[in-house]
């Protein structure tokens, strides 16, 4: 009995201390984070969102977003109101081809948009078409896109180079804004091929204002950052308590939805990095089931690669840090009916 009662002692513990930590990531957003706006898009017969697949803020706070079902382009007023469809999908000038991936507006309030299967499309800022190219150096699939300061269009997404029976890729492309292929750079990160994790073989990546890039990998945790042509300058980065190291991917788990699942579930999936100021946030998430997920925000020193913060937990999707905002997406469903809600957040820490 005496026995018996340690053990439920011991086991009590041990919940209530995962329950104390969870609770004090929880309580971490809010000693890190001050929201300043709530904003609910509100859509009208035109434009009636399906899925947002990512989102970016023009210079008078417009608030631009690209719906991946619809394969359309939404611009919002910094309230959320006066919605207006840019684009929609098909293949003729000024439209967008099936899946758009990713979006960016740079200084001039040109927005880019890239869609899956490597198709870039450029509007000014009143969203009027301006031109478009297809990329020729057969990298596939596109997951991000970014124009630095020259007007070179840089796109993330593997490009394959074989070497005798195995083949390295490199993940960044960059072209000149009318399309001409320029070069190719960043190694796509070992784990992809040594773990068989060929459906994350995605980069996602933001610049500073020297047009330096950073950059992160799904599959591992470390910042990597080139210079503007593409050299290697220097990576960072820290291996936090949340973080669950990929285990290798077979055909027997992926074609068990269970096993998938259970899988994924001990995975840390990093999502983003963005600059601000002189610091990155890095993004992570982590799978929980049902379609639920939690994410956590690493904020480090640009220069000096030092963690200022690790591991805030936070139930909403970051989305953009633009200007020293952070948006994060929230999506809630009242009577039947899908309502979607961007929030703003200013970091803390100086």
Known sequence: MFVKNIRIIVILYIILRFLEFRICLAEDFQKFFSKEKTIILKEDKRVIISSIEDIDIDSKGNIWIIDWTNSELYRFDRNGNFPVLIARKGQGPGELPMMPESIFINEEDHVFVVTLFNRVTEFDSNGKYVNSFITTDGHIPSTCIAVNSE????????????????????????????????????????????????????????????????????????????????KFLKSFGKRHKYYKEPKRLTKEIERDKNKMEEWEKNFTYVKGVFVFDDKVAVISKNYLGSNNWEYFIDIYNHNSGKLIASGIRTDLNLHRVKNGKFYFLKILEKKGKIQYIIEIYKFKMK
Request: glycine share 10%; proline share 4%; hydrophobic share 30%.
């Open 151 to 230: 007007g070179n269009v840089l796109i993330g997404g593997p490009k394959k180079r074989w070497r005798g029976d195995s083949y390295t890729a490199q993940m960044i492309h960059m072209y000149s804004r009318e399309g001409k292929y320029l070069k190719s750079f960043c190694p796509i990160d070992e784990k992809v091929i040594r773990l068989g994790l060929g459906r994350y073989r995605s980069i996602y990546f933001d610049l500073d204002e020297y047009d330096n890039i950073y950059t992160v990998q799904p599959v591992n945790y470390l910042v990597k950052v080139f210079d503007k042509n593409g």
